[in-house]
């Protein structure tokens, strides 16, 4: 498997495959936003519980339930120093 960028801009969409090691970011300096689709059901609890932390609140109760396991292999994704 190989490292791969993809670069996606307004109304573009890219597609994670299951078992693929994936992540994103918002590199750009400006506020974004996304849809996220997850299947199966359950992940969106992963990110209720991310968004809780980040607000210093308690998640809602829904988001308690388990989520998919998640792995983290590597460090975030940053911006690239001008070279």
Do not use: K
């Not at 801009?9 to 974004?32: E, I, K, M």
């Amino acid at each position: 498997m190989r490292d791969e960028l993809i670069t996606a801009g307004p109304g573009q969409l890219v597609f994670a495959p299951r078992g693929v090691p994936h992540t994103y970011a918002n590199l750009s300096g400006a506020p974004a936003r996304q849809l996220i689709v997850c299947t199966p059901a359950g992940f969106e609890r992963y990110f209720a519980r991310m968004a809780a932390e980040r607000q210093g609140v308690e998640p809602p109760e829904w988001a308690l339930q388990p989520i998919p396991e998640v792995t983290t292999i590597g460090p975030p994704i940053t911006a690239q120093p001008p070279s």
